[in-house]
């Protein structure tokens, strides 16, 4: 798989609650790759939390940080990187997820509410009905969610090994023929 793969990243999308860090762990794991977190690096770069940029400084602000990041961390190879579910929203973004395979973390709303609804740190949740904000998210990000390479519909019975198996088991079947050797 590693030779398959030419050290191309994977990008991992999807909604708050997804599981897009606990499967990068993972994946990045069995693949021997690296693993990066957009939100951590912000964090660690900032030296506040996603909570308090967003308070101090507001969502733009946020957005243009991981924009930034996102850059960065794209400028490396061999490297399984975790966004932030909003990273899809800037259309300057996708010409860095598209430099490598992006996997969307296909979850129902009911499993993002069970796993959000004792969080505090994701700030576009606070003081809201979680369900319907968490429908509206959906709602207004789907269509951009659904131009990733590859989408696993992850139901509330899979383990974390069950969907990082099925990731593996569909990559070789994307990989474009002019990063397949074995295809040309
Ligand atoms: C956001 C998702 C969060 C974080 C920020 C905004 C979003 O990341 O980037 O709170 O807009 O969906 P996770 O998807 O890792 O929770």
Redesign the pocket.
């Known amino acids: 798989m590693n030779k398959l793969l030419r050290g191309l990243n994977i990008y991992l999308i999807g909604?708050?609650?997804?599981g897009?860090?606990t499967v990068g762990k993972f994946l990045a794991h069995k693949l021997e790759y690296r693993f990066l977190d957009t939100?951590n690096t912000i964090e660690m770069l900032s030296q506040k939390t996603?909570n308090k940029i967003?308070e101090e400084d507001g969502e733009n602000a946020?957005r243009t940080l991981?924009n930034q990041v996102l850059g960065e961390v794209s400028s490396y190879l061999h490297t399984v990187i975790?966004t932030?579910?909003?990273i899809v929203l800037k259309k300057d973004n996708w010409a860095h997820l598209r430099d490598g395979m992006v996997i969307w973390l296909d979850v129902p709303v009911d499993v993002l509410v069970d796993r959000l609804k004792n969080d505090h740190t994701?700030?576009?949740l606070k003081d809201t009905d979680l369900t319907q904000k968490l429908r509206n998210?959906l709602e207004e990000r789907k269509s951009l969610y659904q131009q990733a390479d590859i989408t696993i519909y992850v139901t509330k019975k899979q383990s974390t090994e069950d969907i990082v198996a099925e990731i593996i088991q569909v990559i070789p079947t994307k990989i474009k023929p002019e990063f397949n050797p074995d295809l040309n």
């Open positions: 909604m708050m609650g997804s897009k860090s939100d996603i967003f946020f991981e975790s932030g579910g909003g994701r700030p576009l998210i």
